[in-house]
């Protein structure tokens, strides 16, 4: 049914990923984009929550991130 796609990964490696539900007659979405890597976006995500660079370097030193 396609509902799985497989996208090209680091190099030679592939990941599957749910492709996209929503299907076009003559048009078939594609998936661009890699996932994230794990912890990527946590500092942009703990800044726009209103963490300073001070209380994330004491989370990192706590090991909370």
Do not use: C, W
């Amino acid at each position: 049914r396609g509902l799985v796609a497989e996208i090209p990964y680091k190099g030679n490696q592939r990941l599957k990923q749910i492709a996209n539900p929503i299907k076009f007659s003559r048009f078939q979405p594609r998936i661009y984009l890699e996932p994230p890597e794990k912890g990527q976006h946590t500092d942009d995500v703990l800044f726009e929550s209103g963490y300073s660079k001070k209380d994330m370097e004491a989370l990192r030193v706590q090991g909370v991130v």
